[in-house]
């Protein structure tokens, strides 16, 4: 027989994570509560602390930056495509 992995949400991660990062809880209390294996909450909770730092530090401003730069290039494809259809 043959069982298939659960996947979860991001949000039903991130609400775990917060809860285990709070600390009110352990994490044996939260995997039964939420019927979870404790190391996946464990590592849950290590990558929401390590994204953490990624939220304040801007590189999300360059990364946005980069994507409205390649938009206007698509912007000016896109342009140049109908100008060379309609001739």
Known sequence: MKTTRKRYGADFKAKVALEAIRGD?????LAVKHGVHHTMIASWKRQAIDGMAGTFSGAG????????????KLHAKIGQLVVERDF
Not at 61 to 72: I, K, N, Y
């Open 25 to 29: 809880l352990t994490l044996a209390e």
């Open 61 to 72: 401003d360059v990364a946005r930056a980069a994507s409205e730069s390649e938009v206007e």
